[in-house]
């Protein structure tokens, strides 16, 4: 069908009947089987996802893995093999911690396709025949009943049913779809008409006949799957950040490589050495450990998170979330408990009822008229709601009595009824329904008294107007009437007995908030959130509930229907989503909640969009963060969302957030750590090319390399674990273009943590070597006197950097205030990590196996009591730094507010 022409669904039945050129007989075999051969089968395709392959060589070209690479070609090229080897073992950890930790299926198109049932009955030639679900085709007239799965988008011919679209749109009260009655308006919107049934749907009571439309991934659930298959998942800000970052740590490394060979070669270097001296730049400029450590703390923040009720399902997420500025939010199950409880009743006035005999005949009909088991809690959700309410009233009493007549409820009568007696010649009909539809039956009202009071037409508007009014806000108001009728004999019709009926009073059910919703909302509102709510439901309910939970301005959400939407353009939409006020959006279709979540994208904001129906799928995938309800979601969303709420409470986001914002903060405390050794590594080579060789190489690649991998990493991590600091959830938002690496940050760890380290750390190999009786340019390789003196300077010089690596890891540990007002002891996974560095570089000293391959040898007394100095010293440098930086801010601050505005 034409793209531009509108839907067979959303036109009039004889139109829909001479387009698909069907009949009341339905189709003939041999017409449905070449109607198969040309619009295939009724199934969803399936669209495979990137290769295991794929991933692993994603992974392995990485800029930081390409950087390894050359350096282990160059390795290889110079004849350092076992460096090589070393390097190559480096790449290989980063892309397995890569791959195991990021790779996970999707598989929403392939769960969409358990929505669709297995078989139907369908009328062809005239007759009722059970085929597959994906044999039906356009034009065949299907019959479906109670508990019936709809296969196909498709137009009611005859009937009613209520159908259950919580598979589609979420919403967990059923609606009426009923063939449409001369005079009916007709829609534009498939969501909106009355007569349509959707694909994915199921039906709860009723039964009817309707001509299939649409089949396969020609309907709204294939439209859906279609639109999963080709929404992708941006990368994440962090994940941009670090290839930006890794990118510009190639060219400075790369760079400073290739212009310090030359230099050692004019510096009288060989051309082997000056070449050892490039890759040695090269290396220790290189952060080996960044990758593995930011993954690990993410793995760590996942775990966190999942024990606060959010399994996430992409590490990096976790950061995402951190950066999130617009939490797009379903209604209900996530805002509200998903559970209709009693709210109140009233009297036939719509004023609330006292104890007394309006209460008592409520609690009569809500628990004769109705279909659920109130011993094994079955049935539909709102009977079982209203059996409670009747448990709940003062004043019910148990009476012995008879059901002589069930009349089921009638999606086109929107009522329900049953005829009982109590055994002595006297019975009554129990009707409860819609309010308008009982209304239009009754004749009477009860008198708090317990009489019949006539009811005007009069009285009758002004409670519909009433009733319209409160609907509104987001309740549901069930009506109760009742009448007595002669005695007991033959069953009687159903269109007598549902007249001139007596309105006792009205049950009001509500979906209630969850409890820390309000909470949840202000605390968002503090963090610089904005949330918009996004729903199939009505306006007034939606911003009812919104207004409640403390979402909109001063209680007022602005409000936009699906309608209204379509008719915006995108300038319009980028308008009202920059205008800073929060959007109630209702009656929203799938393609609604995608294209809100790709505006916000395109004016700058990092979006979280929570979903559990089908419906939600495409967003869900398209959001940076997509949010799917554990226990009320359907598969489809949970495995198109990149986190699952095992509690489905919203406030669990916030928390997310929270533990979001926590982990950007302490990966970059991290990266401020790592960051800082490159200054005392690149150093001593520094040194030894601007010597001439006149002062030796001061330490060597493979204890870089145990520095960067073996003794940084447990610290790292611990930071990862730091606590979150003051007013973390009182700032605003970032800007996801902000550098996770600033100058600010550069300038701490490279001129303060870095250059101090850098000197304590050369001041102790040239005082072990000077002890010694070395002089610049004495020889000190293999078989010369001095060569045992020059490892064991070489170790302090791989020592120092640990040791001043301790005092950068608890300096790391805030970005302003002094470690002293944490706690110095605080973080004892860090007090952990550093004991575990320590014993490390031990062994590392101290066993002979350890000292054949990184070149070590025993420490002195006396210089072990110098080592024990340099974390202290490190320290209170960058304390006496941030102490300047506090001052010159308060300062500033002060002076601020002595002039005036202007």
Request: charged share 20%; net charge negative.
């Amino acid at each position: 069908m034409d793209a531009a022409e509108p839907s067979l669904l959303v036109r009039s039945l004889p139109d829909v009947l001479v387009g698909l050129g069907t009949t009341m007989d339905g189709l003939t075999d041999q017409e449905a089987h070449a109607r198969l051969d040309r619009y295939g089968p009724n199934e969803l395709a399936v669209h495979r996802g990137p290769s295991l392959l794929t991933s692993l060589v994603r992974q392995l070209i990485h800029p930081l893995a390409l950087l390894l690479w050359l350096a282990a070609t160059l390795s290889f090229l110079t004849g350092a093999v076992t460096l090589g080897v070393a390097i190559l073992l480096v790449i290989a950890l980063n892309a397995a911690l890569a791959l195991l930790q990021e790779r996970h299926a999707e598989h929403a198109v392939a769960a969409l396709s358990a929505y669709l049932p297995p078989h139907a009955l369908v009328v062809r030639d005239g007759r009722r025949n059970r085929i597959e679900a994906r044999a039906v085709v356009p034009g065949d007239l299907v019959v479906f009943g109670e508990g019936d799965a709809v296969c196909a988008d498709a137009k009611i011919l005859s009937g009613a049913v209520e159908v259950d679209l919580s598979a589609v749109t979420g919403e967990s009260v059923p609606v009426v779809r009923a063939a449409a009655q001369a005079g009916d308006e007709i829609t534009q919107r498939l969501l909106d008409s009355t007569d349509v049934l959707l694909s994915g749907t199921t039906c709860t009571t009723g039964d009817c006949l309707a001509v299939a439309v649409e089949t396969g991934m020609g309907t709204e659930l294939g439209r859906i799957a279609g639109l999963s298959g080709r929404t992708t998942q941006e990368p994440s800000p962090l994940e941009r950040q670090v290839r930006r970052v890794a990118w510009l740590i190639a060219a400075v490394a790369v760079g400073v490589g290739l212009a310090f060979l030359p230099l050692g070669v004019l510096a009288g270097l060989s051309v082997a050495d000056a070449a050892v001296f490039a890759i040695g730049l090269l290396v220790a400029n290189v952060p080996e450990g960044l990758l593995p450590t930011i993954t690990l703390a993410l793995a760590v923040g996942v775990a966190d998170l999942a024990r606060r009720g959010g399994l996430v399902k992409r590490l990096s997420a976790v950061e995402t979330l951190g950066s999130t500025d617009v939490i797009c939010t379903d209604k209900t199950g996530t805002l509200t408990q998903n559970r209709m409880s009693l709210h109140s009743i009233w009297d036939a006035t719509a004023r609330h009822a006292p104890d007394g005999p309006v209460r008592s005949a409520m609690a009569h009909v809500l628990r004769s008229c109705t279909t659920a088991d109130p011993v094994a809690r079955t049935g539909d959700p709102t009977e079982l709601a209203l059996l409670d309410a009747a448990s709940s009233l003062a004043t019910a009493a148990n009476r012995a009595e008879r059901r002589d007549a069930t009349y089921s409820f009638d999606p086109r009568l929107r009522l329900m009824s049953v005829v009982v007696d109590d055994r002595r010649r006297t019975s009554q009909i129990l009707t409860k329904g819609a309010p308008e539809a009982v209304l239009a039956r009754s004749v009477s009202v009860m008198t708090p008294d317990g009489e019949a009071s006539p009811l005007s037409a009069e009285e009758r508007d002004r409670l519909l107007e009433r009733l319209n009014e409160l609907a509104g806000r987001g309740l549901r108001i069930i009506a109760c009437a009742q009448r007595e009728l002669p005695p007991p004999g033959d069953v009687p019709d159903r269109a007598q007995v549902e007249q001139e009926l007596v309105l006792i009073g009205f049950a009001v059910l509500s979906d209630p908030l969850r409890d820390a919703v309000p909470d949840a909302v202000e605390e968002a509102h503090r963090a610089g959130i904005t949330i918009h709510v996004i729903t199939g439901d009505n306006g007034g309910t939606a911003s009812a509930i919104a207004a409640s939970a403390g979402i909109g301005d001063a209680g007022r959400s602005v409000i936009v229907t699906g309608t209204e939407l379509e008719a915006m353009d995108d300038t319009e939409v980028d308008r009202l989503l920059a205008s800073g006020h929060e959007v109630v959006f209702a009656r929203s279709a799938p393609e609604d909640k995608l294209r809100i979540a790709d505006r916000l994208q395109h004016v700058g904001h990092v979006v979280a969009m929570t979903g559990d129906g089908v419906n939600d799928a495409p967003a869900l995938r398209k959001a940076d963060i997509g949010v799917a309800m554990g226990r009320s979601g359907t598969d489809v969303a949970r495995e198109a969302a990149t986190m699952v709420l095992t509690d489905d409470d919203f406030a669990t986001i916030i928390r997310a957030v929270q533990a979001g914002r926590r982990v950007y903060d302490n990966v970059r405390k991290f990266i401020l750590y790592i960051f800082a050794h490159a200054v005392p590594e690149i150093v001593p080579f520094l040194f030894f090319a601007l010597s001439g060789g006149a002062i030796p190489l001061g330490l060597t690649i493979v204890q870089i390399l145990m520095i960067d991998l073996g003794t940084e990493t447990l610290p790292a991590l611990a930071l990862g674990r730091e606590a979150a600091e003051p007013g973390l959830m009182s700032r605003p938002p970032r800007d996801r273009r902000e550098s996770i690496i600033t100058g600010r940050m550069l300038v701490r760890a490279w001129a303060i943590l870095g250059v101090t380290s850098a000197a304590l750390v050369m001041a102790g190999f040239l005082w072990v070597l000077y002890d010694a009786g070395w002089r610049p340019g004495d020889a000190t390789g293999p078989g010369t006197a001095l060569h045992d003196d020059y490892l064991r300077a070489t170790t302090m010089t791989f020592a120092g950097i640990v040791a001043c690596q301790i005092g950068t890891a608890m300096a790391a540990r805030t970005d302003h205030v002094s470690l002293l007002a944490i706690g110095v002891l605080s973080n004892r996974l860090l007090l952990a990590g550093i004991a575990f560095e320590v014993t490390v570089t031990a062994a590392a000293i101290y066993l002979p196996a350890a000292q054949s391959v990184l070149g070590t040898r025993p420490l002195h007394g006396r210089e072990l009591a110098v080592l024990a100095s340099f974390p202290v010293i490190v320290w209170g440098v960058d304390e006496l730094y941030r102490w300047v930086r506090r001052t010159r801010r308060l300062t500033r601050d002060r002076a601020g507010h002595l002039v005036p505005n202007r």
